[in-house]
């Protein structure tokens, strides 16, 4: 168990719909990171947060955005969902900005009919 | 733009033989190369690190060799165990800005 806390850990909806992907860091980590996971690729840097502010921004699609809240768990916003969206998302944090090791949580797994 | 690369999509290994795992990487400024491994149904788990000063570090059974020169990255396993039998994730990550990784290598540890 990393401590690193996902849910839905799966979502099924349907194209042009709206999903929320929450995370809960492990206690006391500041930084969180969403990855994505599609099928046969590699973990794509979606974006990341340390302590309520971004800090760090890769391939997210304009249609996808995120936050931290003050309590540190941070949600990811899918909306105007496609069929290549399906993928499994995961969180992971860490205690600062400079640290080598990222703490992933199980992923939420959304497919998208 | 991928940035680090696995060429090889899955490995198969005796058991008590080494495995040997690369990777690739384009961007000179990366400063620290990590491994994580990935059972099914589960979030990838760290397994070891090396720092772009270094060209060697080693933990247990777990070796990791980095080639600056040559852009180059493999992960050494011995002697391989059934347990490892897993995905495993090569990672290059700028000043702790943005880990990238790469799209994984299948190992499969034959008993």
């Known amino acids: 168990d990393s401590g690193v806390t996902q849910t839905p850990k799966h979502l099924i909806t349907a194209t042009g719909q709206r999903v929320t992907l929450r995370c809960s860091p492990r206690?006391?980590?500041?930084?969180v990171y969403w990855y994505q996971q599609s099928l046969d690729q590699g973990l794509q840097f979606l974006i990341q947060?340390?302590?309520?502010?971004?800090?760090a921004k890769g391939n997210i699609l304009e249609r996808f955005s995120a936050q931290q809240f003050p309590d540190l768990h941070s949600e990811l916003n899918l909306s105007s969902l496609e069929l290549g969206d399906s993928a499994l998302y995961f969180c992971?944090?860490?205690?600062?900005?400079?640290?080598?090791?990222?703490?992933f949580g199980e992923g939420s797994r959304l497919t998208v009919l | 733009d991928q940035q680090v690369k696995q060429n090889s999509p899955s490995l198969s290994v005796q058991e008590g033989r080494i495995s040997i795992l690369n990777c690739d990487y384009t961007n000179s400024m990366f400063d620290y190369f990590l491994w994580y491994k990935k059972y099914p149904a589960e979030g990838p788990t760290f397994l070891i690190s090396?720092?772009?000063?270094?060209d060697k570090n080693e933990d247990g059974r777990f070796t990791v060799f980095l080639n600056k020169s040559a852009k180059h990255l493999s992960l050494h396993i011995v002697p391989s165990q059934p347990g490892d039998s897993a995905v495993y994730f090569c990672?290059?990550?700028?000043?702790?800005?943005?880990?990238?990784f790469g799209t994984g290598t299948s190992l499969t540890v034959i008993p």
């Open positions: 206690s006391g980590d500041l930084s």
């Open positions: 090396i720092s772009s000063i270094k």
């Open positions: 992971a944090s860490s205690p600062q900005i400079n640290t080598g090791e990222l703490f």
């Open positions: 947060y340390y302590n309520g502010e971004e800090r």
């Open positions: 990672a290059a990550d700028l000043t702790g800005n943005q880990f990238y």
